[in-house]
């Protein structure tokens, strides 16, 4: 939820509750690519952890919740809340 919020809080367009989990977050232009780089320092801050040893860090690999999460819980051996 606190991913969705920070999403919300850096788009104009939509609301926390608005977000699914598969929801394209760049491609679709709810953020751009300053918020990118927020975004990645945000999920690095609240993980305490690199993305870029979980997954490739760019537009792509990033483009929505789910793409962001599962990869760190996988790795760590945990269900992804996105799933």
């Known amino acids: ?7 919300a ?3 104009k367009f939509v609301e926390a509750s ?6 394209k ?3 679709s232009g709810l953020l751009d690519s300053l918020a990118f780089i927020e975004l990645v320092l945000y ?3 609240e993980f ?3 993305l870029v040893d979980f997954t490739e860090v760019n537009l792509n690999s990033l483009d929505s919740i789910e793409q962001i999460l599962d990869p760190i819980f996988k790795r ?3 269900v992804s809340p996105a799933s």
């Open 43 to 45: 999920v690095e801050k």
């Open 25 to 27: 977050l760049f491609s």
């Open 9 to 11: 809080a850096k788009s």
């Open 48 to 50: 305490h952890l690199k």
């Open 18 to 23: 608005e977000i699914a989990n598969e929801t």
């Open 1 to 7: 939820q606190k991913l969705r919020s920070f999403v």
């Open 76 to 78: 760590s051996g945990n």
